[in-house]
Nanobody
Framework: QAQLVESGGGLVQAGGSLTLSCTAS????????MGWFRQAPGKEYEFVAT????????DYADSVKGRFTISRDDANNMLYLQLNSLKPEDTAIYFC??????????????????RGQGTQVTVSS
């Protein structure tokens, strides 16, 4: 069965950086659009970034554009999220997902096929 496992979260000061990793197994990751979303305490899920098959296109939430970078290594079934210039408002549980689709005016709901258990990112001020 499809499984995603995130790692790399932690506590970092504002302005710092982290690299999140996601290991995929049980499915052919190279055939899936992949992405990250997050959930801050007491808030709903929030889209962060997606990357299409063959890394042809990336898409970012406005709140992270220019600071976060999504990438993939299909040969090793890995997905990454580089987080730079972190802010306290980036504090959240970050989830890796296969088949992630960001909300749109036609479907205002974050949708995914499979997600991991999440990794905590805490940014102190």
């Amino acid at each position: 069965q499809a499984q995603l496992v995130e790692s790399g979260g932690g506590l970092v000061q504002a302005g710092g950086s982290l690299t999140l990793s996601c290991t995929a197994s049980g499915f052919t990751m190279s055939r899936s659009n992949m992405g990250w979303f997050r959930q801050a305490p007491g808030k709903e899920y929030e889209f962060v970034a997606t990357i299409t098959v063959n890394a042809g296109r990336t898409d970012y939430a406005d709140s992270v554009k220019g600071r976060f970078t999504i990438s993939r290594d299909d040969a090793n079934n890995m997905l990454y999220l580089q987080l730079n210039s972190l802010k306290p408002e980036d504090t959240a549980i970050y989830f890796c997902a296969a088949g992630l689709v960001r909300p749109s005016r036609f479907n205002p709901v974050l949708v995914w096929d499979t997600r991991g258990q999440g990794t905590q990112v805490t940014v102190s001020s």
